[in-house]
């Protein structure tokens, strides 16, 4: 498998997800303003929608989406822990939680880097984004992880998403709890490896 990257951008999800998983892949670096690939390609061709996260499956077919290919990742080693079993409850509650990183922390928080943004629309957004946040600290107040226990592909795309707010000047030393939680993912050794390969460590 071959994984298309941009260092810190949501593509870090499956990046962590692949070596939380065990499993052997390449990795193409991405320059989304020329959309090149390191070594020349045209990652147009690999992605017509312009962005990361891709990966090129084994048999030279391309998945996109983080959320999809997350679960990919994760279905591809069933021992890893990384997401319940397909048709379970289990599941569908990872998938819930996918949902809520993607649909209402991903796509504010990115916006966010737009820098044809208007200051009032900055503010509605981080008024938003605190009103998700203080939900999410009360969830992360009783478990370790998005669904209990277990460290799941979720939680790896909470983490890649977080990890942003330094960069865009968004404060999020008043939750203490998401603080807590991000520190925790931060120590993993897959996590330590993927930053590094990235660049970010």
């Given at each position: 498998m071959k994984l298309y990257y941009s260092p810190g951008a949501c593509s870090m999800s499956p990046h962590i997800a692949l070596r939380e998983a065990g499993l052997s892949f390449d990795l193409a670096k991405v320059d989304l303003k020329a959309k090149t690939v390191e070594g020349?390609?045209?990652?147009?061709?690999?992605?017509?929608?312009?962005?990361?996260?891709?990966?090129?499956l084994d048999d030279g077919s391309v998945l996109t989406e983080g959320p999809a290919i997350v679960q990919y990742i994760a279905d591809a080693r069933p021992d890893s822990g990384l997401a319940p079993a397909?048709?379970?409850?289990?599941?569908?509650?990872?998938?819930?939680?996918?949902?809520?990183?993607s649909t209402e922390m991903h796509k504010p928080m990115g916006s966010m880097f737009n820098p044809a943004q208007t200051r009032e629309w900055k503010e509605a957004v981080q008024a938003n984004l605190t009103r998700r946040l203080d939900w999410l600290e009360g969830e992360l107040s009783?478990?370790?992880?998005?669904?209990?226990?277990?460290?799941?592909?979720?939680?790896?795309?909470?983490?890649?998403v977080l990890g942003w707010a330094p960069h865009l000047k968004f404060d999020l030393s008043g939750w203490k709890?998401?603080?807590?939680?991000?520190?925790?993912i931060a120590q993993r050794p897959a996590v330590q490896a993927t930053l590094k390969a990235e660049g970010l460590a």
């Open positions: 020349g390609e045209n990652f147009n061709d690999v992605n017509p929608k312009g962005y990361v996260p891709a990966l090129r397909n048709g379970t409850p289990a599941r569908y509650k990872l998938q819930e939680w996918l949902n809520f990183v009783t478990r370790s992880y998005l669904t209990g226990e277990t460290f799941s592909v979720a939680d790896g795309y909470l983490f890649t709890s998401v603080g807590a939680y991000t520190g925790r």
